[in-house]
C-alpha cells in the first residue's frame, strides 16, 4: 500500500486556469506538508497542516490555497496559474509533535504551465 | 533563520570507491535535527540518514556515515563502496522544533561511474 499519495503525477495546462492536487495518507499521521521543487530542485516547503489546521504557511501567493478536509488528507488549489508555477510539488506527512519524526514523501506532481 | 548550504553542485565517484559530500548550516538552536535525503531520477524522496544534535557520536546506516561537527556546524555524508544505484541528487536538511519545519540545502547530484 502506497503511504503518500498525491493525484496526479503529472499535470499540463495553460497560464489563467485554476488546478488542483490531491494528497492521502494511510499512515495515520497528524502532520502533512506541501513543498515546491523549482527548476533547480531547490525544495521549499509552502505549507504545514497538523490536525486540519494550518501551521506553517511560508509567504506563498495568496493564489496557493491548501485544504484539510480531514486529517488524512491535504489538498493544494492554484488558481490563475502563471509560467513560474511550473515545478515538481511534493506532499509530505510525519507523526508531528515538537521533537522531529521523520517526514515520509509522496511521489511528487509535475506542474507544467504553458 | 536557518540556512543549510551544500557547495558542490556536482561530484564523480567510481563504482565501490568512497564519496563525502559536504554540508554546512547556521542556527542560533541548540537542539535540532539534521538529515541527508537522496532523490534519484525517480525523483522520489528517500530518506538516507539522520543525526540528533544532541547526539555526540555519528550516524550510520550500512554503507551511508555522517561526519558531524557541532561547533563547525557541519554534517558531511560519507559514502563507502559506491553503487550504481547512488547516482542521485543528494539534499542536507534541518530541522527544529521551534519552526516545525525542514530546511533543505541546494542538493549535491552525485553520478557514480563504472
Known amino acids: 500500500d502506497t503511504a503518500v499519495s498525491q493525484t496526479p503525477k503529472y499535470l499540463v495546462t495553460q497560464m489563467g486556469n485554476d488546478k488542483s492536487i490531491k494528497c492521502e495518507q494511510n499512515l495515520g499521521h497528524d502532520t502533512m506538508y506541501w513543498y515546491k521543487q523549482d527548476s533547480k530542485k531547490f525544495l521549499k516547503i509552502m505549507f504545514s497542516?497538523?490536525?486540519?489546521?494550518?501551521?506553517i504557511n511560508e509567504t506563498v501567493p495568496n493564489r496557493f490555497s491548501p485544504k484539510s478536509p480531514d486529517k488524512a488528507h491535504l489538498n493544494l488549489h492554484i488558481n490563475s496559474l502563471e509560467l513560474g508555477d511550473s515545478a515538481v510539488y511534493f506532499c509530505a506527512s510525519s507523526p508531528g509533535g515538537s521533537s522531529y519524526n521523520e517526514q515520509f514523501f509522496g511521489p511528487g506532481t509535475r506542474l507544467t504551465v504553458l | 533563520a536557518q540556512t543549510v548550504t551544500q557547495s558542490q553542485p556536482e561530484m564523480s565517484v567510481q563504482e565501490a570507491e568512497t564519496v563525502t559530500l559536504s554540508c554546512t548550516y547556521d542556527?542560533?538552536?541548540?537542539?535540532?535535527?539534521l538529515f541527508w535525503y537522496k532523490q534519484p531520477p525517480s525523483r522520489q524522496m528517500i530518506l538516507v540518514i539522520r543525526?540528533?544534535?544532541?547526539?555526540?557520536q555519528n550516524a550510520t546506516e550500512n554503507r551511508f556515515s555522517v561526519n558531524f561537527q557541532k561547533a563547525a556546524k557541519s554534517f558531511s555524508l560519507k559514502i563507502s563502496d559506491s553503487q550504481l544505484g547512488d547516482t542521485a541528487m543528494y539534499f542536507c536538511?534541518?530541522?527544529?522544533?521551534?519552526?516545525?519545519?525542514?530546511?533543505f540545502g541546494t542538493g549535491t547530484r552525485l553520478q557514480v561511474t563504472l
Open positions: 543525526q540528533e544534535a544532541y547526539k555526540q
Open positions: 497542516y497538523n490536525n486540519k489546521e494550518l501551521i
Open positions: 542556527t542560533s538552536e541548540n537542539n535540532y535535527y
Open positions: 536538511a534541518f530541522f527544529t522544533g521551534t519552526a516545525s519545519k525542514l530546511t
